[in-house]
Structures are given as structure tokens and as C-alpha cells.
């Protein structure tokens, strides 16, 4: 079965309880070749991707994440107490989701890890007084198909950057050069559940502005 990109796009909910069946190499093949075909900075595609499946590797690279996720639950369950009912009722089921992966990380199928090359980077924004994102640019696009990818393809996934958290380990697990740096790591398998469904976001009228920030974005329907 094939779904439009905008049903894709629609339910891409983050999917963190996969199961450790296998993921058949041709749809693997398909899900990174939609990386592949992602714009970035100069089309020199600065990235490139550890595809992680030796269950040694994904048992430290577990550890490792385990241990981050727990410390970033332990930071953000004083912060879910401010925040408004619906919102931190959002975060508790993300956190038991994410609890899930965490103490099944090493039974995960597939792991994507994203490296990249900064020197191939085009970076526009670097002589700004703030951090810099567009380096990333040439990086998340690619991320973001191969998620819609996987979704297309009824397989669970999830963003995750907790492990550049760690980076210097993980670089070594995996022999990443030390130029290289890790953008993100997608753990991929076939839902435990129902796995993907309807995203829950901002309006366009909280998000888009029209020809001045803040200003209100009246979009007229065609008939
Ligand atoms: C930059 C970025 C980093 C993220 N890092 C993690 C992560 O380390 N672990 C995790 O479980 N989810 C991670 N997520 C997933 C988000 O928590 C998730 O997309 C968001 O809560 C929306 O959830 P939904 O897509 O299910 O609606 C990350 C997402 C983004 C975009």
C-alpha cells in the first residue's frame, strides 16, 4: 500500500517501541536511498550514515542512551510540573514511550547513526551573534526523508539526539574519523502497537506570518 506525502507528513508521530524482528534489506535499501535524494548546502551531501545492526554494537550504543534518556527525564520532570495540563500530559506518554526504547534499545533492529563533515558544510549563518543551525540544514533534510521513508514503508521510527550526547564514545564504537561529528540516531524496526498516527501540532495561524513577523497570514480557500 502507498500513502500520499502529505498522509506521511500527517502521522509521523514518533514510534519508540519497535519490535527486534528484522528489517528486510530492500526496504532498507529504499528508506536510505530517500536520504540520499535530500538537498544540502552545494549538493556536497556532507553526511553520511552507520547503519548500526550487530547487536554487541547496539547493546553499548543502548547503554549509552540509556543512560542519557534517564538523566533527561530526571531534568524535565521539574519542568513538565509548570507546564499546562494537555502539555504535560503529552510529555508523560512521550516519556513512557521513551522509557520503552530506552530499556529495549539493544533488541532494536536497525540503528541509523548520522555523521557529518563540517568542513563540506555551507554554513551562512556562522558570523551571527547566536548559535548556528544552518549547517544542520545539510544534514535533517535527509534525516527527515529517511523518517517519512520508513513511515511510508509502515516501519517505526524516531528522532533521536540524545546520543551526541556521547559522542566521543560513540564515535569510537562505530569508527567514525574524529573530523566527523553525529547529527542523530534512528532506531528503526516494525511497530510494537499501532505505531504511527495523527500528528498533534501549532495551527498555520500560531506559525506563519504574513510579509512581517507577527503579522496575522489570511490564506483565502480555491475553489
Ligand atoms: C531535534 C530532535 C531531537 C530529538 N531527540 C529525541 C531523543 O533523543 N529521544 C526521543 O525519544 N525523542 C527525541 N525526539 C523526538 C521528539 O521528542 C518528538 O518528535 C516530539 O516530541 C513530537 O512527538 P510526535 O512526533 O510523536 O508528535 C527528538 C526530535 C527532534 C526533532
Not at 545539510?138 to 520508513?150: D, H, P
Amino acid at each position: 500500500m502507498t500513502i500520499s506525502v502529505y498522509d506521511a507528513m500527517h502521522t509521523l508521530k514518533a514510534v519508540r517501541r519497535l519490535r527486534p524482528d528484522p528489517v528486510a534489506d530492500d526496504v532498507l535499501e529504499r528508506v536510505l536511498h530517500a536520504a540520499t535524494c535530500a538537498p544540502t548546502g552545494g549538493n556536497r551531501q556532507p553526511w553520511r550514515v552507520v547503519v548500526v545492526r550487530d547487536r554487541e554494537k547496539m547493546r553499548a550504543l543502548g547503554d549509552l542512551y540509556a543512560e542519557r534518556w534517564r538523566h533527561f527525564v530526571t531534568v524535565y520532570k521539574t519542568v513538565m510540573d509548570a507546564l499546562p495540563a494537555a502539555q504535560s500530559e503529552f510529555l508523560s506518554r512521550a516519556i513512557v514511550a521513551g522509557n520503552y526504547l530506552a530499556d529495549h534499545f539493544h533488541e532494536v533492529p536497525v540503528l541509523v547513526v548520522f555523521c557529518f563533515d563540517p568542513t563540506q558544510m555551507a554554513i551562512t549563518d556562522l558570523g551571527q551573534p547566536r548559535v548556528s543551525v544552518v549547517g544542520g540544514a545539510s544534514i535533517y533534510t535527509a534525516v527527515q526523508n529517511l523518517l517519512l521513508a520508513c513511515r511510508a514503508e509502515g516501519l517505526g521510527c524516531v528522532l533521536t539526539t540524545l546520543l551526541c550526547e556521547r559522542e566521543p564514545e560513540v564515535r569510537a564504537l562505530l569508527a567514525i574519523p574524529d573530523a566527523w561529528g553525529t547529527a542523530a540516531a534512528i532506531p528503526i524496526g516494525h511497530p510494537v502497537g499501532r505505531g504511527h498516527g495523527p500528528v498533534t501540532r501549532k495551527p498555520i495561524s500560531e506559525m506563519a506570518y504574513a510579509d512581517s513577523f507577527g503579522q496575522p497570514l489570511a490564506l483565502r480557500a480555491e475553489r
